[in-house]
């Protein structure tokens, strides 16, 4: 066992275990099927990010591999520190090694929060002024985490006042079905909202009759009661 799986195991909290498990829906048929929570809260684990912030790619591989979510969740936020790190000193060489590390690990990036939590500040970053066709083929997947990743890395974009593929990717989801990819896409068209109401408002004035209402009704948060009103009755 690694030293960091030690400290991890250190800090397990059955009862927490017990709420997390529901919450992240690990049921049988539900989305998070067969994710194993330690009960763990997330300032922990930036703790314990901290004090291995340097770990090798094999070891948190090991860490990917398994079913424990914390353990998952860690060495995401720690390929988020090096990621950041490598930017901060223009390290493109570290930074196309960290990206494609995380792609090659999609498959165990497999609930909402390791998706929020690590690819606006890895793919969004990364991808930011280069080819995104990647994340066309991720939005193309029948992998509800892929698509998840495909439109949470625009959030990057958003922040640097760049929407035209966070609007493309939200066209492509307009007939989606999974509920948390509605709330994933009025998320991100909300935070165009936020940077340019008339963005936003033009893509509602284009599409609002046959978005889902989840996503209708996210991306709507900032708006003004009345132009919620008018959006909703459709």
Not at 146 to 149: H, M, T, Y
Not at 163 to 166: Q, R
């Given at each position: 066992m690694l030293q960091i799986e030690k400290e991890i195991e250190e800090h397990k909290n059955e009862k927490k275990a017990e709420l997390l498990q529901r919450f992240f829906k690990t049921g049988k048929g539900e989305y998070g099927e067969g994710d194993i929570f330690y009960g763990i809260m997330v300032p922990i684990q930036r703790e314990i990010v901290k004090q291995f912030s340097d770990l090798s790619f094999n070891d948190l591989q090991t860490l990917l591999n398994t079913k424990i979510h914390e353990k998952r969740l860690i060495a995401l936020l720690i390929l988020v520190k090096q990621f950041e790190k490598a930017n901060k000193i223009k390290d493109e060489k570290k930074q196309k090694e960290i990206f494609e590390f995380y792609l090659k690990n999609v498959r165990n990036i497999n609930n909402w929060d390791l998706v929020d939590l690590s690819a606006?500040?890895?793919?969004?970053i990364y991808l930011l002024d280069k080819d995104k066709s990647i994340l066309y083929k991720l939005a193309s997947s029948n992998n509800l985490w892929?698509?998840?990743?495909s439109i949470l890395s625009t959030f990057w974009f958003i922040k640097e006042n760049k929407?035209?593929?966070?609007i493309k990717l939200a066209e492509l989801f307009l007939k989606e079905k999974h509920d948390l990819m509605h709330k994933a896409v009025g998320w991100m068209l909300r935070e165009i909202g936020k940077k340019d109401k008339q963005v936003l408002i033009n893509f509602l004035n284009k599409h609002y009759k046959n978005m889902p209402r989840t996503m209708l009704r996210y991306s709507l948060e900032r708006l003004s009661e009345k132009e919620k009103k008018f959006y909703m009755k459709k």
């Open positions: 606006p500040r890895i793919c969004g892929e698509k998840r990743i929407f035209e593929d966070a």
